[in-house]
């Protein structure tokens, strides 16, 4: 594709964008059947805050708000850090969205009570009606900390956003394209949303992103409408239809769901020796986390998750910086190709540098 002469314009199809999308919509589950192409997670993110608003004033004109999660991160731009839960990312806003609320992410760690009647008791609180709200949108899990819901808490909200006329939207930014060990990180819930967003794995590093969903949601606005100057590029479809198929063709996915049974146990086994450093193991596939605590309760031990990833890096062992809450979680997000002695490898190391730095700090 790039040897080609290459000229493009958003209002204009390629055989390629055609293809691509084609590919994406097959993999989709029924009613998900329609794609918006756009070049960044957060310009998707924007994208479904825009379908659902005109989606809630199409059915009251105070339906409008937006109900996302604390500690959740949505993106970089206005509206998806307005309706991002980390305070800090907001504080350049001039005036935040009254209609944009957050309600607590139902962990089982940070958030140990994970009843639904939360959801329904926050939004209370903050005076916000059921009827008014246009949309729930919630990370598939919380990509700083690679926390999960309990399912039967998702499998309630789609229910409750079904009762009130809600959209319920997934970011799938990160969890997309078989980081979970499913296709679709919502499998894991049993549920279906009416929109997902994606992005990162769709190309693996070309700039690309997508929002999928319901037709007559999609549909609220016009061919064309949605798109962005470099939206649908030639040369970031032809690496997506690439990439979808190196996932089928390769079965990686399994691969994932195959690798989280080694990478989860492995890290809970730390755990398990160092409980007075690692208050919880998050994730699913080849995605984790250790949520870094000091000793004596579940307060975030950001130097020390610092330091143990300093250690690992010494060690070979390439990890994010800490992130998530209060930049306190280890965060483990290997390639989908890892073979299985390279994670048992990286976990080893993990279990040294804990082991080197608990030590170092009770000397």
């Known amino acids: 594709m790039v040897d080609r002469p290459l000229m493009h314009n958003y209002c204009f199809p390629s055989a390629v964008r055609a293809e691509f999308v084609e590919a994406l919509v097959a993999v989709s589950p029924e009613p998900l059947k329609k794609v918006f192409l ?8 924007e994208c479904a805050i825009k379908l659902a608003r005109t989606w809630g004033r199409r059915l009251r004109p105070d339906k409008m708000a937006i109900v996302s999660f604390e500690n959740a991160f949505h993106g970089r731009t206005l509206g998806s850090q307005m309706i991002g839960g980390i305070p800090g ?14 309600i607590p992410f139902p962990d089982g760690f940070r958030c140990p009570d994970t009843r639904f009647a939360l ?7 903050q005076g916000v009606s059921p009827d008014r709200v246009a949309a729930v949108i919630t990370e598939t899990y919380q990509g700083g900390n690679a926390s999960f819901a309990p399912p039967e808490y998702i499998q309630e909200l789609r229910r409750w956003c079904d009762a009130h006329r809600a959209l319920l939207i997934f970011d799938e930014v ?19 949303p ?10 693996s590093g070309l700039p690309l992103s997508a929002v999928v969903g319901k037709p007559e949601i999609l549909d609220l606005y016009a061919p064309g409408s ?13 690496a997506g239809l690439a990439n979808l198929r190196i996932l089928q063709e390769e079965k990686l996915v399994e691969h ?27 994730g699913k596939g080849l995605v984790a986390s250790l949520h870094i605590v000091k000793p004596g309760g579940i307060e975030p031990d950001a130097t020390f998750a610092s330091r143990v990833v300093d250690r690992c890096v010494e060690k070979g062992l390439m990890l994010f910086a800490p992130v998530g809450y209060a930049g306190a979680s280890v965060k483990i997000c290997p390639p989908l190709v890892t073979p299985e002695d390279a994670l048992r490898e990286g976990i080893d190391v993990m279990a040294e540098a804990i082991a080197e730095i608990d030590a170092e700090s009770n000397a």
């Open 38 to 45: 756009l070049t960044t997670g957060s310009e998707a993110v």
């Open 89 to 102: 990312l907001k504080e350049w806003i001039g005036n935040l969205d009254p209609d944009m609320v957050q």
């Open 119 to 125: 959801f329904e008791e926050s939004l209370a609180r």
């Open 174 to 192: 990160q969890a997309g394209f078989g980081r979970t060990g499913t296709m679709w990180g919502f499998e894991h819930y049993g549920v279906l």
């Open 194 to 203: 009416d929109v997902f967003c994606l992005g990162k794995g769709i190309s």
């Open 226 to 238: 949605m798109t962005s100057t470099h939206t649908g590029n030639p040369v970031c479809c032809a």
């Open 256 to 282: 994932a769901a195959a690798m989280g049974r080694v990478l989860l146990p492995g890290l809970e086994a730390i755990r398990e020796r160092y409980p007075h450093r690692i208050g919880a193991v998050h």
